[in-house]
């Protein structure tokens, strides 16, 4: 079966620290994966996206994500947090039908 | 461009209640997605469109969900007799691509109707 997990459904971080969101997928063949963030109230918005090719994607808003087979891994990153990346965070996977995690809540700390 | 609106944001229902709720997609866009998110939760699929043609409904709850896209753009959410458990916020999403199967283009998401049933 198709999945994906988030770790963690809350992070805390403060304000210019790394940022760091795990997402582990299941899935039998190399999925598509991707993150989305949803503000308060707004639907999702695309970061970023694997597909092929290079393992380590940059999206916007200097977030990016390091795609790991033997990990079965697509973490997200961001070197320093700014108060207005505190936001709802979706991993998701294309091998069927899109599938969504859960959800992970980014807290940003002044 | 425009992006993909719904309409309306925010719905009340009185259990019992029949609703209906609009998803606009992108012009040109072939796939639409509605999916449920639970308060705290992800998006759930319910149903995907390819131009009018409904390929799957397996995410629908009950029979009491029904989509449509008669004309390949403009989709309907309904909900009959709505229940307490269908409170929750309702995304439509487009996207250019087939959508089954091998399609890598993201999707596009309005910003939800909020259904809260009473």
């Known amino acids: ?110 | 461009g425009a992006g993909v609106s719904q309409s309306p944001r925010y719905k009340v229902a009185k259990r019992g209640q029949d609703v209906a709720l609009r998803c606009d997609p992108i012009s040109g866009h072939v796939s639409l997605f509605w999916y449920q998110q639970a308060l705290g939760q992800g998006p759930e699929f319910l149903t995907y469109f390819q131009n009018e043609a409904q390929l799957d409904k397996s995410g629908l709850p009950s029979d009491r969900f029904f989509a449509e896209r008669p004309e390949g753009s403009v989709s309907t959410l309904k909900i009959q007799r709505t229940q307490q458990e269908d409170s929750a916020v309702y995304l439509c999403a487009s996207s250019a691509g087939t959508g089954h199967g091998w399609d890598n283009s993201p999707l596009h998401f309005g910003n939800g109707t909020r259904l809260t049933v009473t």
């Open chain 1, 1 to 110: 079966a198709q999945s994906v997990t988030q770790l963690g459904s809350h992070v805390s971080v403060s304000e210019g620290a790394l940022v760091l969101l795990r997402c582990n997928y299941s899935s039998s063949v190399p999925p598509y994966l991707f993150w989305y963030v949803q503000y308060p109230n707004q639907g999702l918005q695309l970061l970023l996206k694997y597909t092929t090719g290079a393992t380590l994607v940059k999206g916007i808003n200097g977030f990016e994500a390091e795609f790991k087979k033997s990990e079965t891994s697509f973490h997200l990153t961001k070197p320093s947090a700014h108060m207005s990346d505190a936001a709802e965070y979706f991993c998701a996977m294309r091998s069927y039908i899109p599938t969504f995690g859960r959800g992970t809540s980014l807290i940003v700390h002044p």
